[in-house]
């Protein structure tokens, strides 16, 4: 506010709304800058510049146009206004039918705002007017070449004005040449308020001689590209035309066959696929049969689902990993409870593809028992990479087809469930998981355990041919996970190819913290129960733990507590309870007496009785061997449905025992006068393998001697003729599941001491572990029986 205005409104208390001639009415525009010489239309609609359109065209004043700072802005102050614009007459005013308001105004001055008028419903600036500067000759030489550089890109315009091109040759004024060169470049708004400010002529006509030779540049790499263009449009109108025609000649033939715009987006489709090099030439030759195939004929819709599976599958697309060590641990502790040597696997698994991006991959194969979390190991190891999940399931797969697929000859052909799958993902890169592998049949379609080798062979597998596919396909980048629950039935060369990690069963404070973290959060949820509606104290875990679920792995304890949590929900649904708290005493009334006890002191409270340990493919499991004798001459009787071998191992038992009867202080003739009954309950089970030799001659022992086997006692072992014990496997598994039935003593062949490492520390803790080497040490630990030495003499 100028001094005179502040005191106008000192004396009246109203502002002065007088515009004298050192002002200038102002009317903020976006994205349009006004030079001097140039007209240019002009389009108002705010209130404020309609009043001063209005107000100029009626008092016959100039305008000033001046660019605001933020073009977002509706209601703009001198703030947010440039302090340089152009002042302007207004030719024409036009209001248009619709209410539109248009100027068309001339430029005429440069000016820069001194301070603004307040008090008028428009913008009022006190102004001052910047004169032009003086000419040179170096300035006249800049201006000419100004004008040759305009003139040619005139020339390079499409469809410019010859008259454009007169009106600049015409202009002698190098500040007018230089404001109306500028108006005419397609440049940002900012970069022309940049020029209206350069006041100095020289700088101004360096700066708009620079940008219009850049401009000159981009015109003639416009117009080369345009003609490259035109010709290759030239050449696909000429191929449309020839193939109208022949399509025309086709329908006049009546061997109208696919129409050429959907030949053509195949054709397209398949260039975009990202194919390889031979598998894009096969497309496009199977695409010219296709075109000239009638669409009635039997091989039309074979060749269209074949050039559909070749343009939808994933060529070159590649999720972008993002192997973070620290996010993978997260991801795995968040997902799994335990399982430390297989999560440290995993971790350097990650580790190397993460240091070795371009190495090849070994293939891991997770084996253990049925719910111990082989499955959702895979998944975490994607969610970890964030890269996608797949999976095929290999149980009871006895076709090769199914995993090389059909020849495209065959009706209904297909490719295989590999291909399937990273359809299915969209990624050349998944994690892939082959579930059940150690289930793969074998018949008269071939064998499907052959046709994994080339798939699992990180050599091979960069070119699989799927035989429906008929061209290479890489499978390179796919992280190919297995799982099987025994390696007995996984051929040798297939099981090679794999790195075997073992997960074994879970011990009894596992399954209760499995439970707790995951299992009854997950059970809520699939009953419709709210976290505060419903819990299961922890000994109530334990307890279904322990007395209503007998499995390596957590499956039949989570559907334990989905039937406990279902109780809830129903006394819920019937208002009978807003929330219930599940504890030990509430149990039996839900699920019934418990379904397991410990059977191991019942079972040994007579002579004939051992416990051995046997392993399973579902994990371990305590065995009894009873044994009995009756009148007869001598005889073994077998019963239980025992396997060859381990009817082998109870007729070694019974040698090694009379073969020892003296050292036991046994009547030799009680073998003969009697018959022998050995007998594994649960018969309906087939059992084998040599593991059962200790705990059968225990049990022969116990029977001929009269003497009870220590009670909470559990052993394994092969025997040999000689009295030796010898080893076994599956060490963890039966320490594992004797410690779940109760046993806190093993007796272990001393051989497999080495085995002690993967026994879990809780069991190690709670359990007493006895190495023998020979029978000697198990009678002494099991009967307490000291066998006598006896001496021999030479002959």
Not at 152 to 157: D, F, G, K, N, S
Not at 533 to 554: F, W
Not at 642 to 649: A, H, P, R, T, Y
């Amino acid at each position: 506010m100028t001094e005179q205005a502040a005191n106008d409104v000192a004396e009246t208390g109203k502002p002065d709304t007088t515009i004298s001639d050192d002002m200038l009415i102002i009317v903020p525009v976006r994205n349009l800058v006004l030079f001097p010489g140039t007209v240019m239309p002009v389009a108002i609609n705010r209130e404020r510049s309609l009043a001063a359109a209005q107000e100029a065209v009626r008092s016959e004043r100039k305008v000033g146009f001046l660019l605001q700072q933020d073009p977002d802005l509706h209601a703009p102050t001198g703030r947010d206004m440039h302090k340089i614009g152009t002042a302007a007459n207004i030719v024409r005013y036009v209001t248009g039918q619709d209410g539109t308001h248009h100027l068309v105004v001339q430029g005429e001055q440069r000016f820069r705002v001194l301070d603004y008028q307040s008090g008028l419903p428009f913008m009022v600036a006190r102004v001052e007017y910047l004169p032009e500067s003086a000419t040179s000759t170096e300035i006249e030489a800049r201006a000419l070449n100004l004008k040759r550089l305009a003139a040619e890109v005139v020339a390079l315009l499409p469809q410019a004005p010859a008259e454009l091109a007169n009106a600049i040759q015409a202009i002698e004024s190098p500040s007018t040449l230089a404001d109306l060169v500028t108006s005419f470049m397609d440049i940002k708004s900012s970069e022309k308020q940049e020029l209206l400010e350069t006041l100095d002529l020289k700088l101004r006509l360096e700066r708009v001689t620079e940008i219009l030779s850049k401009r000159i540049e981009v015109l003639r790499l416009q117009r080369e590209i345009e003609a490259q263009t035109r010709e290759a449009i030239d050449e696909r109108h000429k191929e449309v035309l020839l193939r109208e025609q022949l399509h025309q000649i086709r329908k006049q033939l009546g061997e109208e066959g696919e129409s050429g715009a959907e030949i053509a987006e195949l054709r397209e489709a398949a260039e975009q696929a990202g194919m390889a090099e031979e598998a894009l030439e096969q497309a496009y030759k199977e695409l010219k049969r296709l075109e000239r195939m009638p669409d009635a004929s039997a091989e039309y819709s074979m060749l269209r689902t074949w050039l559909d599976w070749m343009i939808q599958l994933p060529w070159s697309k590649l999720d972008e990993e993002s192997i973070d060590i620290a996010k993978a641990r997260e991801v795995l502790d968040e997902d799994h409870y335990g399982l430390d040597k297989i999560k440290r696997r995993i971790i350097e698994y990650l580790a190397v593809r993460k240091l070795n991006p371009q190495g090849r991959s070994p293939i891991l194969c997770f084996v253990g028992p049925p719910g111990v979390g082989k499955t959702s190991l895979g998944q975490s190891i994607a969610r970890a990479l964030n890269i996608k999940f797949a999976r095929v399931s290999l149980g009871g797969v006895h076709d090769e087809a199914e995993i090389r697929g059909h020849r495209r000859t065959y009706i209904g052909a297909l490719p295989g469930n590999i291909i399937h799958a990273l359809r299915k993902a969209g990624t050349r890169n998944p994690v892939l998981m082959l579930d059940e592998i150690d289930k793969l049949g074998a018949g008269i379609q071939g064998d499907p355990a052959s046709a994994l080798l080339e798939v699992l062979d990180p050599e091979q597998n960069s070119t699989f041919r799927d035989n429906y596919l008929g061209v290479p396909f890489d499978l390179s980048k796919v992280m190919f996970i297995a799982t099987a629950n025994m390696l007995d039935t996984i051929p040798g060369p297939l099981r090679d190819r794999m790195e075997i990690i073992e997960l074994t069963s879970y011990t009894e404070d596992e399954k209760v913290e499995i439970a707790r973290r995951y299992l009854v959060r997950r059970q809520l949820e699939a009953n419709g129960l709210k976290p505060g509606q419903a819990s299961i104290t922890e000994a109530a875990l334990r307890q279904l733990a322990h007395d209503y679920t007998r499995e390596a792995g957590v499956r039949n304890l989570e559907r334990t507590i989905g039937s406990v949590l279902r109780h809830v929900a129903v006394r819920i649904a019937e208002a009978a309870v807003e929330q219930q708290v599940i504890d030990v005493g509430d149990l039996q009334a839900i699920l019934g007496a418990p379904r397991f006890e410990s059977e191991v002191a019942m079972r040994t409270s007579v002579p004939g009785v051992a416990t051995g340990l046997a392993w399973t493919p579902v994990g371990g499991d305590i065995l009894f061997i009873e044994s009995t004798r009756v009148p007869g001459n001598g005889k073994l009787i077998l019963t239980g449905q025992l396997g060859d071998v381990m009817k082998e191992s109870a007729q070694a038992a019974l040698s090694l025992l009379k073969s020892q009867s003296s050292r036991l202080e046994l009547d030799p003739e009680a073998f003969d006068r009697s018959d022998v009954h050995i007998h594994v309950p649960a018969g309906a089970i087939p059992k084998d393998g040599p593991s059962a030799g200790v705990a059968m001659f225990t049990s022969l022992v116990s029977l001929f001697t009269n003497k009870t086997v220590a009670s909470g006692l559990a052993m394994t072992g092969e025997i040999s003729l000689r009295g030796l014990v010898l080893p076994v496997g599956g060490i963890k598994e039966k320490t594992v599941a004797a410690h779940r039935a109760g046993i806190r003593k093993i007796l272990l062949p001393a051989r497999n001491a080495k085995d002690l490492e993967e026994v879990p520390q809780v069991v190690r803790n709670d359990v007493e572990f006895v190495f023998c080497e020979r029978v000697d040490d198990v009678v002494r630990e099991a009967l307490d029986l000291a066998l006598k030495t006896v001496s021999t003499e030479a002959a």
